[in-house]
């Protein structure tokens, strides 16, 4: 799988977008973006992955760029129940497999 | 379904003790993957098992760790003997072909 690097931490104001960046320049043209989110004390949940195309779910918004060497994951209102631990990985499809979590990013909303 | 779950939510043990953390997988789902997480190391994979069989052991730190899975709703994850630089948060999850993998709540370690 190839690497990605996060930003150990970020805070975000309450009722505000988080913008969550990362990089992972060593890209394979079969390998999506993946991010998952661990709340405190919690096992990590899944958020939302992509391919090339921006995605969008009930949780979250996925922007990766033309060249997929980077991403950015979006909360559009971030609310104090998103603090969590963000962790970016990148990986092929296909359902869950071995996945390795690095540090990720914590993030931290604040009133 | 009631999610992946694990047993015990807390244990403490002494040095030197053996100790059997315990999963029941999700209902339907073959896969089954074992994680410690410390503040060091962050969040690694021990051990996966697909079908009950274990495919990867790649991540087990040394011969004192040992992972079954006897039958599709029950896995333990085994340390004999037991040392402090065990102590840590080890999660459980389960997945089945194309979805992703939930997570139990995790069992907390202390070795004294």
């Known amino acids: 799988d190839a690497k990605t690097t996060q930003p150990p931490s970020m805070d975000c104001a309450e009722g505000r977008a988080a913008n969550l960046p990362c990089n992972h320049s060593?890209?394979?043209?079969?390998?999506?973006v993946y991010w998952y989110r661990q709340i405190h004390s919690q096992g990590p949940q899944y958020i939302i992955h992509?391919?090339?195309n921006n995605e969008t779910n009930e949780m979250a918004s996925l922007i990766i760029t033309e060249d997929r060497k980077s991403s950015t994951l979006i909360l559009p209102h971030a609310t104090l129940r998103d603090t969590a631990v963000y962790y970016c990985i990148v990986r092929v499809g296909g359902g869950y497999q071995k996945v390795t979590f690095g540090i990720g990013t914590k993030l931290q909303v604040i009133p | 379904d009631a999610g992946v779950i694990q047993s015990p939510r807390h244990e403490v043990t002494e040095m030197g003790q053996e100790v059997t953390l315990r999963c029941k997988p999700i209902?339907?789902?073959?896969?089954l993957f074992w994680y410690r997480q410390t503040m060091m190391r962050g969040l690694e994979l021990l051990i996966y098992?697909?079908?009950?069989?274990?495919?990867?052991d790649s991540g087990m730190p040394e011969d004192r760790f040992s992972a079954k899975m006897p039958n599709a709703s029950f896995s333990t994850l085994k340390i004999q003997p037991s040392e402090p630089r065990d102590s840590a948060v080890y999660f459980c999850a389960s997945t089945r072909a194309n979805t992703e993998a939930f997570f139990g709540q995790g069992t907390r370690l202390t070795v004294v």
């Open positions: 209902s339907g789902h073959d896969y």
């Open positions: 060593t890209i394979s043209g079969n390998e999506y």
């Open positions: 098992f697909n079908n009950n069989v274990p495919i990867d």
């Open positions: 992509g391919l090339k």
